[in-house]
């Protein structure tokens, strides 16, 4: 069974910092974009980053400078680095990843269970 499965979350202080994985596991061919999304209370999900399997990275504007993606393909994991949290940050984060598996004919998307951050004031 293909899953992405996050760890990392927690409670945190404003202005702590915390690392965010998201291990890819089962049968797995090949892996293109990796990437993590959030979603706050009463809001919709939304993108905080994403990396192709080549390194290249975007950023939601507003966590530029504060949040870093990386990733290990020997691994199939990818990584969200979260600097400076702020309050607002709070929100369950999901990992999400283009992924071509065993059986599969085509890459699909696939979507992890999330991982709570909490970022208290």
């Known amino acids: 069974q293909v899953q992405l499965v996050e760890s990392g979350g927690g409670l945190v202080e404003a202005g702590g910092s915390l690392r965010l994985s998201c291990v890819a596991s089962?049968?797995?061919?090949?892996?293109?974009?990796m990437g993590w999304y959030r979603q706050a209370p009463g809001k919709q999900r939304e993108s905080v980053a994403t990396?192709?399997?080549?390194?290249?990275?975007n950023y939601a504007d507003s966590l530029k400078g504060r949040f870093t993606i990386s990733r290990d393909n020997a691994k199939n994991t990818v990584y969200l680095q979260m600097n400076s949290l702020k309050p607002e940050n709070t929100a369950v984060y999901f990992c999400?990843?283009?992924?071509?598996?065993?059986?599969?004919?085509?890459?699909?998307?696939?979507w992890g269970q999330g991982t709570q951050v909490t970022v208290s004031s």
């Open positions: 999400n990843a283009d992924m071509w598996t065993v059986g599969q004919t085509q890459f699909r998307n696939y």
């Open positions: 089962g049968r797995i061919y090949q892996i293109n974009a």
């Open positions: 990396i192709t399997s080549g390194g290249s990275t």
